[in-house]
């Protein structure tokens, strides 16, 4: 049961494991889901407090409307008992007698009436609400506890104003919202007004806050599907690239499994031709040797020795050979003294084989080397002094090798005919080139380095530069003179 559990845990942190191409589409996808969620937010909530402003002046501007009615329609009745009022004194029971019917008769719309209350608190008129009349309503609130009577006497003692609460429609009986707004007759401590329901407006205010919300939501959705078609093209362009990129990554595989095949066949092929050509030919030369020798030995030639002699000396060259073909293989005095002695060896070979002038310059590193570094500058010196010696018909090679900040640079460089299909100032890639300076350019590519050919009629300069991350640190005992 216990390795049962341990191998579904394992196949299930197996598939939860990021590939690269998991990593690489969540690095393109995720910033751009985080950038659209925050776009969405941010038009969201820009767009609700600007309708929330909107709705808000929208919703004053209404109720200002229905203020400015409300305070015409009190106008209009203070106009029908004016005369009647301004003549009566204090405690005229008949001009207020008229002055209630007047106002009882003044009715607008379906729920409009005026409406008289006292000082005292007790009402003298309501037409739609005859239930009012006569009874006393000091401390009365509505469902909301908003003071009604005392804060309508209120404000009519101090002149009039507006008062908003809660108050059940004649017509239908349902609570509604109600804007008042009252003026108080001093002489006759009365107070009169008159109110509107505002439904429509708080209706209205409530359709555009829907319609907001509606947009609002439409905006989300919107944004969500332009992200989803984002992801959509960014998930088939990664698809497509990455099919590209591995067809180019199988041809370019393909490619270099070739070039890897062809330079294995080419240094076999060459040690062969140097096993042959020298090695072979030196060993027969000692067994000619060896076997007159013999002969004369039998015979009692005295020439015997000299025939031993020549054996012996020929197989001194066949071990001289020998070496020569190892050290071209993998030079010892490379691992033994430094990539400097090991340059300095090659460049001596090279100018007693071919009769080039030589020029070599070194400058001591502050740091050393490692070991594929060492191997891949050696490896480039090597191949750019080959083409030299087959290609270039120089008489003259300069070799220098020297460290800086930034790395190791090696830079070879000589007086020859140049490169054709190379023309002055262009930089060398693995693309360009034959076999030897494809090796070149894929060795510094391994380093993270850099490879600068530049080659003109007059001569071709090679340049290797191994970054400051193949330098040992400069507390190393062994420090390499180059």
Known sequence: ??????????????????????????????????????????????????????????????????????????????????????????????????????????????????????????????????????????????????PITDEL?????????????????????????????VNGLQDWRWVVGTG??????????????????ARARQTTFYIAGIAIVALLVVFLSGLLLNMRERRLADGKLKDLTQRVIDTQEEERGRVARELHDSISQILVGVRYALELARRRLLLN???????????????????????????????????????????????????????????FETVVFRNRLDQEAKIALYRIAQEALTNIERHAKASKVTLSIRGDRNGAILRISDNGRGMEGLPGNRHQSAAGGGLGLRNMSERMEQLGGRLRIMSTEAGTVITAQVPLSHMLPPESRNRESA
Do not use: C
């Open 1 to 146: 049961m216990t390795a049962l559990a341990a191998r579904t845990v394992g196949r299930l942190a197996q598939s939860l494991s990021l590939t690269y191409r998991k990593k690489v589409f969540l690095l393109a996808t995720l910033p751009l889901v985080a950038a659209v969620t925050l776009i969405a937010f941010v038009v969201s909530y820009q767009s609700r407090q600007l309708a929330d402003r909107e709705i808000a002046a929208l919703e004053v501007q209404l109720i200002e409307a229905k203020r400015e009615e409300l305070k015409n329609y009190l106008s209009i009745a203070r106009t029908a008992f004016v005369n009647i009022y301004g003549r009566a004194g204090p405690d005229d029971a008949r001009a207020k007698l008229e002055v209630t019917r007047i106002l009882s008769s003044m009715l607008y719309g379906p729920d409009g009436y005026f409406f008289v209350f006292d000082y005292d608190g007790n009402n003298l008129v309501a037409p739609r609400q005859t239930h009012l009349i006569n009874r006393n309503w000091l401390g009365l609130t509505d469902a909301r506890g908003t």
């Open 153 to 181: 006497i209120r404000i009519a003692r101090a002149g009039g104003g507006y008062h908003t609460f809660d108050w059940p429609k004649p017509t239908t009986g349902e609570t509604g919202r109600m804007i008042v707004y």
């Open 196 to 213: 509107i329901f505002i439904d429509e407006v708080l209706d209205t205010v409530a359709s555009a806050r829907a319609e907001v919300e």
């Open 301 to 359: 030639d005295t020439r015997a020795g000299e025939s031993l002699d020549k054996g012996i000396a020929s197989l001194s060259g066949a071990i001289q050979e020998v070496r020569r073909i190892s050290r071209d293989l993998r030079p010892g005095v490379l691992d033994d003294l430094g990539l400097g002695p090991a340059l300095k060896t090659l460049t001596d070979d090279f100018r007693t084989r071919t009769g080039i002038e030589v020029q």
